[in-house]
């Protein structure tokens, strides 16, 4: 596709519970992020891959995150036993080489609505 | 790690006026500043950035400036429309860390 696309678009779950989101980058993208973001809030960096392997995983709450991009091109973010504080949309963006490259801009999906009850 | 200020909150001017938005960073080794609009229940997109090398970048009704000593940015959009009502976010990324950091967000509204 053209754009970033993430799935699914909305999920309710219920607490304990284990869910996987899936992002989709632009094909060619090296650059892959996962951000969170609360109502109100700026968007909050979990972790960014470039290529296959995870660049940068500061931004984790807790080891019941966890997220994979086997193949450097689909990423799945793994959230165990979630908990109501994980309630948030999960935001995923590509990015040709890396934000603060010479193509930095990354490029935003519309998000997975995650609602844990 | 770094840390991104952003102020005010919320914004409202009158269509046609100009509107500024505020950001300081606390890391000095960052060097790429873009700016995203996010409308409601849209994606953030990319509306401008600039780099550590210069202070000020424009394209036609938006304009960032950098001060690099002071560790602050700013983005000023003239004659505002009410397309232009949305939250607008300013980030910071480091050389050597390619994620950036997001402010909390301005919340601009035009009124017509």
């Known amino acids: 596709g053209a754009g970033v696309s993430q799935t699914p678009s909305n999920k309710v779950t219920e607490k304990g519970k284990y869910v996987e989101l899936r992002c989709d980058p632009i094909s060619g993208h090296t650059a892959l992020y996962w951000y969170r973001q609360s109502l109100g809030q700026g968007p909050e960096f979990l972790i960014y891959?470039?290529?296959?392997?995870?660049?940068?995983d500061s931004g984790l709450p807790n080891d019941r995150f966890f997220a994979v991009r086997p193949e450097g091109s689909v990423s799945t973010l793994k959230i165990q036993r979630t908990e109501r504080g994980d309630s948030a949309v999960y935001l995923c963006?590509?990015?040709?080489?890396?934000?603060?490259?010479?193509?930095?801009?990354?490029?935003f999906g519309e998000g997975s609505r995650l609602t844990v009850l | 790690g770094e840390n991104v200020e952003q102020h005010p909150s919320t914004l409202s001017v009158q269509e046609g006026d100009s509107a500024v938005i505020k950001c300081t960073y606390s890391?000095?080794?960052?060097?790429?500043f873009p700016w995203y609009k996010q409308e409601l229940g849209k994606r953030p997109q990319l509306i401008i950035d600039?780099?550590?090398?210069?202070g000020e970048k424009k394209d036609q009704r938006i304009a960032v400036t950098l001060n690099k000593t002071a560790k602050h940015f700013s983005l000023h959009i003239t004659e505002t429309q009410p397309e232009d009502s949305a939250v607008y976010f300013c980030?910071?990324?480091?050389?050597?860390?390619?994620?950036?950091?997001f402010g909390s967000g301005t919340r601009l509204q035009v009124q017509p």
């Open positions: 980030a910071a990324s480091g050389a050597g860390r390619r994620a950036l950091t």
């Open positions: 963006a590509s990015s040709l080489t890396g934000a603060g490259g010479n193509t930095g801009e990354l490029f």
């Open positions: 600039i780099r550590s090398n210069v």
């Open positions: 891959f470039q290529g296959t392997g995870a660049a940068d």
């Open positions: 890391d000095s080794a960052s060097n790429y």
